[in-house]
């Protein structure tokens, strides 16, 4: 009797959904690169066709600069997706995941409370998270991603850089504030711990008491640092913000090799992230 074999390995994983996760943050690196190319390409392009026309937009103000950088980041992003053949609903989402950063610092912005470059920088901050809550929210979709099937080799060196790709776009987005150091705001501390608040409970990961203790008092802690270093004297107040970006890295560095609350690349973005805004801000110190 000849017996047939309909599977040689049965508990082999399906083609396409053995690595999901690492499917979402390879649309995550994709979207990311896109936004900038829209931003690098867009940006110089429009600036031309509007002196061509005699159009020419106050670039000087902070909130224009920070809606034209948001729209063509937005094009580059809806172009890149479109291309992948997402929803217009997944669009849609991630374009308001592009302005709602900016929105919502307009209204300080405008109150006087924070300047332009932490307009510039709240925005670049918040606008990551935003994506991944976009991304989270259509897991199933963005984790059908038409090259998972079609694996390409590649140099080790490449696959290495590819890895690394959330520490790379970390120090693209902070590289100037090396060159032109300045202190952020102290309440921008609390963008920190309140990022992993809400992406730990849109992932799941607060179900542990213990986890959602830490969780929160990491909150209280980076609250209290922000409190007292608007109370100080500006001298160290810059000191308390430098120390809680920082600190706010080793919060980074330690749930990245946990791997919890948080995607790993989101935990090495952020630790990269906050690393160089926090050694920006010793040197804006430094140097005054």
Known sequence: MTETTTNANPTAPHVGHARPRAALLRHLLEMALAMIAGMLLLGPLRAAVG?????????????VGAVLMATD??????????????????????????????????VP????????????????LLMLP????????RRAEYARHPAAARPVPR????????????????????????????VPPAPFLLALP???LVIGAVRGQLGERRVLVVQLAGLAGWAAVALVATV??????????????LGHAAWDVVHHRA??????????????????VGLAVVLALLTR
């Open 232 to 245: 100080v004297d500006h001298g160290l107040a810059g000191w308390l913000v430098a120390a809680g970006w």
């Open 51 to 63: 002196t061509s026309l005699g159009f020419s937009p106050d670039l000087g103000r902070a909130d």
């Open 73 to 106: 980041m937005s094009v580059g992003m809806a172009v890149w997706m479109r291309y992948r053949r997402h929803s217009w609903a997944a669009v849609g989402e991630m374009t308001v995941a592009m302005y709602l950063p900016v929105l919502v610092l307009f």
């Open 155 to 182: 140099h080790r060196l490449v696959a290495a850089l590819a890895r690394r790709w959330p520490a790379g776009l970390a120090l693209l987005m902070t590289l100037d504030m090396l060159f032109s150091p300045w």
């Open 109 to 124: 912005f405008r109150a006087g409370l924070v300047g332009a470059d932490a307009l510039l920088l709240g925005s670049h």
């Open 130 to 137: 935003a994506m991944a809550l976009a991304v989270l929210r």
């Open 259 to 276: 791997n919890r609350v948080v995607p790993r690349g989101y935990a090495e973005w952020c630790a990269v992230f906050d690393t160089v």
């Open 194 to 196: 309140a990022a992993y």
